[in-house]
């Protein structure tokens, strides 16, 4: 078997996860679920899912750090902007692509957000997105000596204080039936984090 072979069955093999847990988060609570009842839904054994995955926890971490490590890259890789005709503002489209991840696995996150599981899955979510914009702010910072980062004492206090922003935005775009588009969530918290970013940014 070839490494790309190799890959497309993990990824696909991945993905019957993912959907069989999404079915049956519909019918039961996620706290409920157990690993057996996944991997028989995805038509695979126990040790089958743990080829993969050591748990349920690590399943949805993973589901939920790719999602923004591709924002992340995305925005490092195309950090120009598109125009938002109604809004008359640049709205980031990673951060769009983003909030449709959460709206694609709605169901999952309600039921995370509300669940006795709510502080474990907010404290992982608060890890990646902070990491993540740890990572953002090294490279666009201004505090470059001799061609290299200069931290200053505020370069975690960004990205944690960030991290909690959006988190923040998330629970209560799903609280609230979500009244806003994708897209124009996105916009506000795009422009509410950078905003952050960049005034903690200033700080010595």
Not at 32 to 43: D, K, S
Not at 104 to 124: C, N, P
Not at 143 to 171: F, M, T
Not at 173 to 200: D, M
């Amino acid at each position: 078997m070839t490494q790309s072979t190799r890959n497309l069955r993990i990824k696909r093999m991945q993905k019957l996860l993912r959907i069989a847990l999404m079915d049956l988060i519909k019918e039961r609570d996620f706290d409920a679920l157990t690993v057996g009842e996944i991997a028989e839904h995805a038509m695979m054994s126990r040790a089958g899912f743990y080829r993969y995955y050591q748990d349920k926890y690590e399943l949805v971490e993973q589901l939920f750090e790719e999602a923004v490590c591709t924002m992340i890259n995305e925005l490092n890789a195309h950090p120009q902007v598109v125009r938002d005709s109604e809004e008359t503002q640049v709205v980031p489209e990673p951060f769009v692509k983003f909030f449709e991840h959460l709206v694609e696995y709605e169901r999952l996150y309600r039921v995370l957000l509300a669940s006795k599981s709510r502080s474990w899955f907010i404290e992982k979510m608060h890890a990646f997105l902070k990491e993540a914009l740890y990572i953002r702010v090294q490279q666009s910072s201004s505090c470059i000596q001799n061609g290299k980062h200069v931290a200053n004492a505020y370069d975690r206090l960004a990205p944690e204080l960030a991290a909690s922003l959006l988190i923040e935005i998330i629970i209560r775009w799903f609280e609230q039936g979500r009244p806003e588009t994708p897209r124009e969530i996105a916009l506000r918290s795009s422009r509410l984090s950078s905003s952050l970013l960049k005034e903690v940014g200033t700080w010595k």
